[in-house]
Protein backbone atom coordinates (compact mmCIF):
# COMPACT_ATOMS: atom_id res chain seq x y z
CA UNK A 1 0.00 0.00 0.00
CA UNK A 2 1.43 3.51 -0.81
CA UNK A 3 2.08 5.92 1.75
CA UNK A 4 -0.73 8.02 0.89
CA UNK A 5 -2.67 5.36 0.89
CA UNK A 6 -1.86 3.80 4.36
CA UNK A 7 -4.43 4.24 6.99
CA UNK A 8 -4.13 6.14 9.82
CA UNK A 9 -2.77 4.73 13.17
CA UNK A 10 -4.02 5.83 16.65
CA UNK A 11 -1.84 6.54 19.20
CA UNK A 12 -2.26 2.97 20.15
CA UNK A 13 -0.64 1.51 17.13
CA UNK A 14 2.28 1.83 15.26
CA UNK A 15 4.27 0.44 12.65
CA UNK A 16 7.74 -0.39 13.52
CA UNK A 17 10.30 -1.81 10.90
CA UNK A 18 11.86 -5.39 12.29
CA UNK A 19 15.28 -6.93 10.86
CA UNK A 20 15.17 -10.59 10.77
CA UNK A 21 18.24 -12.70 10.61
CA UNK A 22 17.93 -14.87 7.34
CA UNK A 23 21.41 -16.95 6.60
CA UNK A 24 21.16 -17.73 2.92
CA UNK A 25 22.21 -21.38 1.52
CA UNK A 26 26.21 -19.83 1.64
CA UNK A 27 26.26 -18.32 4.79
CA UNK A 28 24.81 -14.61 3.60
CA UNK A 29 23.02 -12.62 5.76
CA UNK A 30 19.38 -11.14 4.42
CA UNK A 31 18.00 -9.13 6.89
CA UNK A 32 14.79 -7.63 5.15
CA UNK A 33 12.66 -5.01 6.69
CA UNK A 34 8.84 -5.54 7.66
CA UNK A 35 6.02 -3.50 9.00
CA UNK A 36 5.12 -4.85 12.43
CA UNK A 37 2.12 -3.45 13.72
CA UNK A 38 2.44 -2.69 17.54
CA UNK A 39 -0.68 -2.55 19.69
CA UNK A 40 0.46 -0.11 22.86
CA UNK A 41 -1.63 0.13 26.12
CA UNK A 42 -4.69 2.83 26.26
CA UNK A 43 -5.74 1.44 29.60
CA UNK A 44 -2.53 1.35 31.58
CA UNK A 45 -1.77 3.55 34.49
CA UNK A 46 -6.23 3.52 34.50
CA UNK A 47 -6.88 0.03 34.49
CA UNK A 48 -4.00 -1.69 35.81
CA UNK A 49 -0.65 -0.09 36.52
CA UNK A 50 1.56 1.37 33.81
CA UNK A 51 4.98 1.41 35.25
CA UNK A 52 6.75 -2.10 35.77
CA UNK A 53 7.62 -2.16 39.20
CA UNK A 54 4.06 -1.74 40.09
CA UNK A 55 2.35 -3.83 37.44
CA UNK A 56 4.61 -7.03 38.26
CA UNK A 57 3.94 -5.58 42.37
CA UNK A 58 -0.06 -5.79 41.67
CA UNK A 59 0.68 -9.03 40.08
CA UNK A 60 2.23 -11.01 42.41
CA UNK A 61 -0.14 -9.44 45.48
CA UNK A 62 -3.06 -10.91 43.10
CA UNK A 63 -1.45 -14.18 43.30
CA UNK A 64 -0.06 -14.19 46.28
CA UNK A 65 -3.16 -16.31 48.18
CA UNK A 66 -2.73 -20.47 47.11
CA UNK A 67 -5.33 -21.25 45.68
CA UNK A 68 -5.13 -24.73 44.93
CA UNK A 69 -7.48 -26.80 42.12
CA UNK A 70 -8.28 -30.05 43.11
CA UNK A 71 -9.00 -31.39 40.50
CA UNK A 72 -6.15 -33.97 40.21
CA UNK A 73 -5.47 -35.99 36.66
CA UNK A 74 -7.76 -32.81 34.28
CA UNK A 75 -6.62 -30.15 32.31
CA UNK A 76 -8.00 -26.78 31.81
CA UNK A 77 -8.90 -26.43 28.91
CA UNK A 78 -9.70 -22.32 29.00
CA UNK A 79 -11.57 -20.18 30.86
CA UNK A 80 -14.02 -16.84 31.18
CA UNK A 81 -12.45 -14.00 33.08
CA UNK A 82 -13.99 -10.34 33.83
CA UNK A 83 -12.36 -7.08 32.15
CA UNK A 84 -12.55 -4.35 34.67
CA UNK A 85 -10.19 -2.51 36.26
CA UNK A 86 -7.72 -4.59 38.82
CA UNK A 87 -8.61 -3.07 41.54
CA UNK A 88 -12.09 -4.67 41.12
CA UNK A 89 -11.57 -7.89 39.07
CA UNK A 90 -8.17 -8.49 39.45
CA UNK A 91 -8.73 -11.05 42.07
CA UNK A 92 -11.32 -12.85 39.68
CA UNK A 93 -8.69 -12.91 36.45
CA UNK A 94 -6.16 -14.28 38.62
CA UNK A 95 -8.16 -17.12 40.24
CA UNK A 96 -8.48 -18.19 36.57
CA UNK A 97 -5.15 -17.50 35.10
CA UNK A 98 -3.84 -19.43 37.90
CA UNK A 99 -5.73 -22.40 37.60
CA UNK A 100 -4.70 -22.58 34.11
CA UNK A 101 -0.88 -22.39 35.42
CA UNK A 102 -1.64 -25.00 37.58
CA UNK A 103 -2.38 -27.57 34.83
CA UNK A 104 -1.29 -26.30 31.68
CA UNK A 105 1.71 -24.20 29.83
CA UNK A 106 0.36 -23.26 26.88
CA UNK A 107 2.48 -22.48 24.30
CA UNK A 108 -0.32 -19.93 22.19
CA UNK A 109 -3.97 -18.31 24.30
CA UNK A 110 -6.10 -17.24 22.29
CA UNK A 111 -8.05 -14.28 23.90
CA UNK A 112 -11.47 -13.98 22.78
CA UNK A 113 -12.76 -9.99 23.72
CA UNK A 114 -15.64 -8.46 24.08
CA UNK A 115 -16.76 -5.08 21.63
CA UNK A 116 -17.38 -2.24 23.19
CA UNK A 117 -17.27 0.35 20.47
CA UNK A 118 -16.19 -1.62 17.19
CA UNK A 119 -19.15 -1.32 14.89
CA UNK A 120 -17.96 -4.50 12.59
CA UNK A 121 -20.51 -7.36 12.57
CA UNK A 122 -17.90 -9.95 12.08
CA UNK A 123 -15.31 -11.27 14.71
CA UNK A 124 -12.04 -9.05 14.53
CA UNK A 125 -8.85 -10.92 14.65
CA UNK A 126 -5.43 -9.36 15.01
CA UNK A 127 -3.09 -11.30 13.25
CA UNK A 128 0.32 -10.27 13.38
CA UNK A 129 2.74 -7.96 14.95
CA UNK A 130 2.72 -7.81 18.97
CA UNK A 131 1.17 -6.41 22.29
CA UNK A 132 3.21 -3.76 24.52
CA UNK A 133 2.54 -4.68 28.11
CA UNK A 134 4.43 -2.78 31.16
CA UNK A 135 5.81 -6.07 31.54
CA UNK A 136 7.22 -6.17 27.86
CA UNK A 137 5.92 -7.23 24.69
CA UNK A 138 3.76 -10.17 23.53
CA UNK A 139 3.85 -11.73 20.21
CA UNK A 140 0.98 -12.56 17.73
CA UNK A 141 0.92 -15.96 16.91
CA UNK A 142 0.73 -14.79 12.77
CA UNK A 143 0.79 -18.23 11.70
CA UNK A 144 -1.99 -19.39 14.00
CA UNK A 145 -3.74 -16.82 12.32
CA UNK A 146 -3.09 -17.77 8.72
CA UNK A 147 -4.56 -21.04 9.75
CA UNK A 148 -7.47 -19.83 11.29
CA UNK A 149 -8.64 -17.40 8.81
CA UNK A 150 -8.26 -20.23 5.96
CA UNK A 151 -10.68 -22.15 8.06
CA UNK A 152 -13.73 -20.12 8.30
CA UNK A 153 -15.42 -16.63 7.35
CA UNK A 154 -16.69 -15.97 10.03
CA UNK A 155 -13.62 -14.24 11.35
CA UNK A 156 -11.49 -10.72 9.71
CA UNK A 157 -7.94 -10.02 10.39
CA UNK A 158 -8.77 -6.20 11.55
CA UNK A 159 -5.98 -4.97 13.60
CA UNK A 160 -7.43 -1.25 13.70
CA UNK A 161 -10.68 -3.07 15.52
CA UNK A 162 -8.74 -3.46 18.67
CA UNK A 163 -7.62 0.40 18.86
CA UNK A 164 -9.75 1.74 21.43
CA UNK A 165 -11.35 -1.39 23.30
CA UNK A 166 -10.11 -2.33 26.94
CA UNK A 167 -11.31 -6.02 26.68
CA UNK A 168 -8.54 -7.98 26.13
CA UNK A 169 -5.81 -5.52 26.54
CA UNK A 170 -6.06 -6.03 30.71
CA UNK A 171 -5.61 -9.36 30.19
CA UNK A 172 -2.22 -9.51 28.17
CA UNK A 173 0.11 -8.78 31.71
CA UNK A 174 -1.18 -11.79 33.36
CA UNK A 175 -0.28 -13.82 30.43
CA UNK A 176 3.09 -12.08 29.92
CA UNK A 177 3.55 -12.78 34.12
CA UNK A 178 2.50 -16.44 34.19
CA UNK A 179 3.54 -17.70 30.72
CA UNK A 180 6.34 -15.29 29.34
CA UNK A 181 7.31 -17.51 26.45
CA UNK A 182 3.74 -17.79 25.33
CA UNK A 183 1.61 -15.94 22.24
CA UNK A 184 -1.07 -14.41 22.00
CA UNK A 185 -4.13 -14.81 18.96
CA UNK A 186 -6.76 -11.85 20.49
CA UNK A 187 -10.30 -12.40 18.71
CA UNK A 188 -13.33 -9.31 19.76
CA UNK A 189 -16.61 -11.43 18.88
CA UNK A 190 -19.68 -9.49 18.92
CA UNK A 191 -22.49 -10.61 20.63
CA UNK A 192 -24.38 -13.05 17.77
CA UNK A 193 -26.25 -16.01 16.95
CA UNK A 194 -22.99 -17.58 15.17
CA UNK A 195 -20.41 -16.12 18.02
CA UNK A 196 -20.27 -19.49 19.54
CA UNK A 197 -19.18 -21.00 15.88
CA UNK A 198 -16.58 -18.51 15.88
CA UNK A 199 -14.93 -20.30 18.69
CA UNK A 200 -15.95 -24.00 17.07
CA UNK A 201 -13.89 -22.51 13.85
CA UNK A 202 -10.32 -21.64 16.40
CA UNK A 203 -10.99 -25.14 17.70
CA UNK A 204 -11.02 -26.91 14.45
CA UNK A 205 -7.84 -25.13 13.67
CA UNK A 206 -6.30 -25.97 16.66
CA UNK A 207 -7.35 -29.51 16.94
CA UNK A 208 -5.76 -29.82 13.46
CA UNK A 209 -2.22 -28.79 13.69
CA UNK A 210 -2.17 -30.21 17.54
CA UNK A 211 -1.33 -27.00 18.84
CA UNK A 212 -0.55 -26.46 22.73
CA UNK A 213 -3.32 -24.15 23.28
CA UNK A 214 -5.82 -22.55 25.96
CA UNK A 215 -8.68 -20.59 25.26
CA UNK A 216 -9.38 -17.67 27.56
CA UNK A 217 -12.63 -15.10 27.27
CA UNK A 218 -13.86 -12.21 28.86
CA UNK A 219 -16.94 -10.90 29.96
CA UNK A 220 -18.54 -9.09 32.87
CA UNK A 221 -22.45 -9.46 34.42
CA UNK A 222 -24.70 -7.48 34.73
CA UNK A 223 -24.28 -3.32 34.94
CA UNK A 224 -27.25 -2.09 37.50
CA UNK A 225 -27.82 1.30 38.88
CA UNK A 226 -28.72 4.80 37.46
CA UNK A 227 -25.52 5.16 35.58
CA UNK A 228 -26.37 1.98 33.23
CA UNK A 229 -29.90 2.72 33.08
CA UNK A 230 -31.32 -0.45 35.07
CA UNK A 231 -32.72 0.07 38.32
CA UNK A 232 -36.47 -2.30 38.03
CA UNK A 233 -35.22 -3.39 41.62
CA UNK A 234 -34.84 -0.22 42.75
CA UNK A 235 -31.62 1.64 44.18
CA UNK A 236 -29.11 0.13 46.90
CA UNK A 237 -29.13 -2.97 48.61
CA UNK A 238 -31.63 -4.88 47.34
CA UNK A 239 -31.14 -3.74 43.41
CA UNK A 240 -27.81 -4.55 43.72
CA UNK A 241 -28.33 -8.01 45.34
CA UNK A 242 -31.05 -8.67 42.71
CA UNK A 243 -28.65 -8.17 39.89
CA UNK A 244 -25.47 -10.43 41.40
CA UNK A 245 -28.18 -13.08 43.07
CA UNK A 246 -30.75 -13.82 39.86
CA UNK A 247 -29.79 -11.73 37.18
CA UNK A 248 -25.90 -12.45 37.01
CA UNK A 249 -26.46 -15.82 37.99
CA UNK A 250 -29.04 -16.76 35.22
CA UNK A 251 -26.03 -16.60 32.71
CA UNK A 252 -23.45 -18.11 34.88
CA UNK A 253 -25.80 -20.96 35.53
CA UNK A 254 -25.97 -21.56 31.73
CA UNK A 255 -22.20 -21.02 31.05
CA UNK A 256 -21.52 -24.04 33.50
CA UNK A 257 -24.18 -25.92 32.23
CA UNK A 258 -22.56 -25.66 28.91
CA UNK A 259 -25.75 -24.23 27.00
CA UNK A 260 -23.47 -22.26 24.73
CA UNK A 261 -26.19 -21.26 22.15
CA UNK A 262 -28.32 -19.65 24.88
CA UNK A 263 -25.82 -17.22 25.70
CA UNK A 264 -26.16 -14.38 23.46
CA UNK A 265 -30.17 -14.52 23.78
CA UNK A 266 -30.12 -14.48 27.34
CA UNK A 267 -28.06 -11.55 27.62
CA UNK A 268 -29.46 -9.48 24.98
CA UNK A 269 -32.98 -10.20 26.95
CA UNK A 270 -31.61 -9.82 30.64
CA UNK A 271 -28.84 -7.70 29.90
CA UNK A 272 -26.48 -9.91 32.90
CA UNK A 273 -23.18 -10.22 30.09
CA UNK A 274 -21.50 -7.13 28.54
CA UNK A 275 -19.70 -9.40 26.08
CA UNK A 276 -21.69 -12.32 25.55
CA UNK A 277 -20.33 -12.67 22.32
CA UNK A 278 -16.90 -13.34 23.58
CA UNK A 279 -18.35 -16.03 26.32
CA UNK A 280 -19.73 -17.98 23.43
CA UNK A 281 -16.81 -18.03 21.61
CA UNK A 282 -14.90 -19.09 24.51
CA UNK A 283 -17.63 -21.92 25.33
CA UNK A 284 -17.88 -22.69 21.61
CA UNK A 285 -13.70 -23.45 21.59
CA UNK A 286 -13.56 -25.21 24.52
CA UNK A 287 -16.38 -27.53 23.91
CA UNK A 288 -14.75 -28.39 20.47
CA UNK A 289 -11.38 -29.32 22.77
CA UNK A 290 -12.97 -31.91 24.56
CA UNK A 291 -14.52 -29.81 27.83
CA UNK A 292 -16.92 -31.95 30.04
CA UNK A 293 -17.49 -29.80 32.44
CA UNK A 294 -17.71 -25.84 33.82
CA UNK A 295 -16.53 -24.72 37.01
CA UNK A 296 -17.27 -21.09 38.66
CA UNK A 297 -14.12 -20.29 40.81
CA UNK A 298 -15.40 -16.79 41.97
CA UNK A 299 -18.22 -14.64 41.68
CA UNK A 300 -18.41 -10.84 43.16
CA UNK A 301 -19.56 -7.26 42.34
CA UNK A 302 -18.17 -3.97 42.00
CA UNK A 303 -20.73 -2.78 44.80
CA UNK A 304 -19.65 -5.57 47.49
CA UNK A 305 -15.94 -4.53 46.81
CA UNK A 306 -16.74 -0.70 47.31
CA UNK A 307 -19.01 -1.88 50.34
CA UNK A 308 -15.98 -3.50 52.10
CA UNK A 309 -13.53 -0.46 51.26
CA UNK A 310 -15.42 2.12 52.09
CA UNK A 311 -18.85 0.98 54.47
CA UNK A 312 -21.04 2.52 51.92
CA UNK A 313 -23.49 0.80 49.39
CA UNK A 314 -22.82 2.71 45.91
CA UNK A 315 -25.96 2.91 43.59
CA UNK A 316 -24.47 1.09 40.89
CA UNK A 317 -22.85 -2.51 40.59
CA UNK A 318 -21.44 -4.93 38.26
CA UNK A 319 -20.77 -8.65 38.52
CA UNK A 320 -17.80 -10.65 37.69
CA UNK A 321 -17.40 -13.60 37.79
CA UNK A 322 -14.69 -16.62 36.82
CA UNK A 323 -15.05 -19.79 35.48
CA UNK A 324 -12.79 -22.51 34.03
CA UNK A 325 -13.33 -25.58 31.51
CA UNK A 326 -12.11 -29.12 31.73
CA UNK A 327 -11.95 -31.86 29.83
Known amino acids: MPP ?6 APCLSHQARSEYNPGRNGIDAAPEENVIVRDPIVAGQFYPDRPDR ?3 QLDELFAEPRNLDEPGRKIIGGIVPHAGWAFSGSVAARVFQAL ?15 HRYRGRQ ?18 DARLAERIL ?13 ESEHSIEVQVPFVK ?10 IMVPASDRAHEVGQAVARTLASYNYNAAVVGTTDLTHYGPSYGLVAHGVGPNGNAWAKVVNDQRFIDLVCRLRVTELVPEA ?12 AATLGAALDLAAREALLLEHTTSGEILTRSTGQTPHDSVGYAGVIFLN
Open 4 to 9: AARPRL
Open 55 to 57: CRR
Open 101 to 115: AQTARPDVLVLFGGV
Open 123 to 140: AAMFGSGRWETPLGPVEV
Open 150 to 162: GHTNLITDDPYAH
Open 177 to 186: HLFPDARILP
Open 268 to 279: VTHKNACSSGAA
